[in-house]
């Protein structure tokens, strides 16, 4: 199983990027799905999670400005940022609770980090 993000890039403050995370391999279901993000010197910390039935939670420096949503079919991801801002400068990992057969556990799988940069 694989996850490949892709999406990040450089922006003004107030500008918007829209991130996008697919799951690939053997899969046979999918919970969780969402972001986490890194700063230099910080800990990492909750973006926004979609769970299966489209449930959404999001950290509360992002509530109004991010949006997650998730294409079924695609085993994809989204995270819609808008009016950014120069904290939300960060690495942006996704993830997801797998499952790879109906007879074995659930896991969570990770994807590489895309950096996002807000600066003038």
């Known amino acids: 199983v694989q996850l490949q993000a892709y999406g990040g890039g450089v922006v003004q403050p107030g500008g918007s990027l829209r991130l996008s995370c697919a799951a690939s391999?053997?899969?046979?279901?999918?919970?969780?799905m969402g972001w986490y993000r890194q700063a230099p010197g910080k800990q990492r910390e909750l973006v926004a999670d979609i769970t299966s039935s489209d449930s959404t939670n999001y950290g509360d420096s992002v509530k109004g400005r991010f949006t997650i949503s998730r294409d079924y079919d695609r085993n994809t991801v989204y995270l819609q940022m808008d009016s950014l801002k120069p904290e939300d400068t960060a690495a942006y990992y996704c993830?997801?609770?797998?499952?790879?057969?109906?007879?074995?556990?659930?896991?969570?799988?990770w994807g590489q980090g895309t950096q996002v940069t807000v600066s003038s």
């Open positions: 391999g053997s899969i046979s279901s999918i919970n969780y």
């Open positions: 993830y997801a609770k797998i499952k790879r057969s109906d007879s074995r556990p659930w896991y969570d799988y």
